[in-house]
Structure formats: structure tokens, C-alpha cells
């Protein structure tokens, strides 16, 4: 069975541009939520999505933003990059429903912003 | 707000040593507590998940307990391998699939 899959592996970007990042799920799970990692906030939730809608929310602006396909497949952009973008942003994916399930990751993208 | 801490930050044994990680969380309220490793520029591989009702979880060498009254989880690893060196993390969930993570503990076993 595949595991988690995130494209690309590494982006690099200029501040004020815009990126997408793309996040195919485990087969079968439904739910997908997005991770930010940094050196010195550590690992930050972004936000879930369940069934095409958004069931959950971090502490982030409003330029992070996200979506997910009838086919589970997740996408999150980013809009006006800045220095402070740059970050590893980890998938994860579940069978959804409750909170009782694992979370699965993928190997994320490496965000560089110049 | 929940606050996972993680202790110590890095820690290096000799091959063969068991090990202890610890974790502590502020707010009691979890579903699951979940422990991850992570290699290097790699994405999290999930080690074991314990419920809120459950006290222990084993798989091979690991050994993850919770104490949820108290806010404390504990992963054991016996016979440490040089293969084990990683950053090892822990997560609570509160609900919704929301996970919030602990600093890791950077774990280093010289052969």
C-alpha cells in the first residue's frame, strides 16, 4: 500500500510570490491535515480536511489556505511569501471520521524562500 | 492551550543500553497520545499510538506508557541499535485529528 505522498519534494521561492503544495493520502482515508516544522516553533498544525471540508483550524493567516479533491487529494498554498515561510510543511493522513486513528506522514516539502 | 514538553532534548548510550523518553502534557483532556521518529530531512514514522483509556502499547523493542491523570508518557526502548538514532517525537490529540507536538528528543546510539 502506498504511503503518504507530498510534491514536490523542495520548492524554492521569493518573498512575496505565491506556492502550492500537494498531498495524495494513503488510499482509503479521508481525512488530510497539514503541518508546519520549523527549528523554532517546532511542529505546527495548519489545518484538517475532511470530505472536501475544512473541520479544523491552526493558528495561522489567512494567506495559508488549503483544499481537498472528491479523491482525498490535498492541496495548500501560500500566498505572499515570506522569510519566515521557510519550513519543511508535513502531510498526514487518516482514515478520518474520528480521532482515534493514527496519523500516517509524508517525507513533506522543504519550502525555501529567498 | 495544550503544551507538550519533552525531556531531555538529546541524549547519546552506548549500543545495547536501555533507554527511557519521557513526555508531559498540561491538559488531560486527549484522545491518543502518539509517539513518532524522525530521520533526518525525512517525514514522522509512526511508532505506537495509545488511546486515552489504555495505559501501555508494545511493538518489538518499544514500550509507550501513559498516565493521562498526570500528563505523562513514557517510550522504553530496549537494546538500543545504532539503527535507533533518530529525533523522536510525541503527540496529543485533542480532537479533530488536531495533533500537538513536543520539541523531540534527539536520540543518538554509538555503536
Known amino acids: 500500500k502506498a504511503g503518504v505522498t507530498q510534491t514536490p519534494r523542495y520548492l524554492i521561492k521569493t518573498r512575496g510570490q505565491q506556492v502550492t503544495l500537494s498531498c495524495s493520502p494513503i488510499?482509503?482515508?479521508?481525512?488530510v491535515s497539514w503541518y508546519q516544522q520549523t527549528p523554532g516553533q517546532g511542529l505546527q498544525f495548519l489545518f484538517e480536511?475532511?470530505?472536501?471540508?475544512?473541520?479544523n483550524k491552526g493558528n495561522f493567516p489567512g494567506r495559508f489556505s488549503g483544499r481537498q479533491f472528491s479523491n482525498s487529494r490535498s492541496e495548500m498554498n501560500v500566498s505572499t511569501l515570506e522569510l519566515g515561510d521557510s519550513a519543511l510543511y508535513l502531510c498526514?493522513?487518516?482514515?478520518?471520521?474520528?480521532?482515534?486513528?493514527?496519523?500516517?506522514f509524508g517525507d513533506g516539502t522543504r519550502l525555501s524562500i529567498l | 492551550k495544550q503544551e507538550v514538553t519533552q525531556i531531555p532534548a538529546a541524549l547519546s548510550v552506548p549500543e545495547g543500553e536501555n533507554l527511557v523518553l519521557n513526555c508531559s502534557f498540561t491538559?488531560?483532556?486527549?484522545?491518543?497520545l502518539q509517539w513518532f521518529r524522525q530521520d533526518p530531512g525525512k517525514g514522522l514514522t509512526s511508532l505506537l499510538l495509545?488511546?486515552?483509556?489504555?495505559r501501555e502499547q508494545t511493538s518489538g523493542r518499544l514500550n509507550a506508557s501513559l498516565d493521562k491523570s498526570s500528563g505523562r508518557s513514557t517510550l522504553y526502548i530496549a537494546a538500543s541499535q545504532p539503527g535507533d538514532s533518530a529525533t523522536y517525537l510525541c503527540?496529543?490529540?485533542?480532537?479533530?485529528?488536531?495533533?500537538?507536538f513536543g520539541t523531540g528528543t534527539r536520540l543518538t546510539v554509538i555503536p
Open positions: 480536511y475532511f470530505s472536501e471540508t475544512q473541520r
Open positions: 488510499s482509503g482515508h479521508r481525512s
Open positions: 495509545i488511546q486515552s483509556s489504555q
Open positions: 503527540a496529543v490529540s485533542t480532537g479533530a485529528n488536531n495533533l500537538f
Open positions: 491538559d488531560s483532556a486527549i484522545y491518543n
Open positions: 498526514a493522513s487518516s482514515l478520518g471520521g474520528d480521532s482515534y486513528q493514527p496519523q500516517h
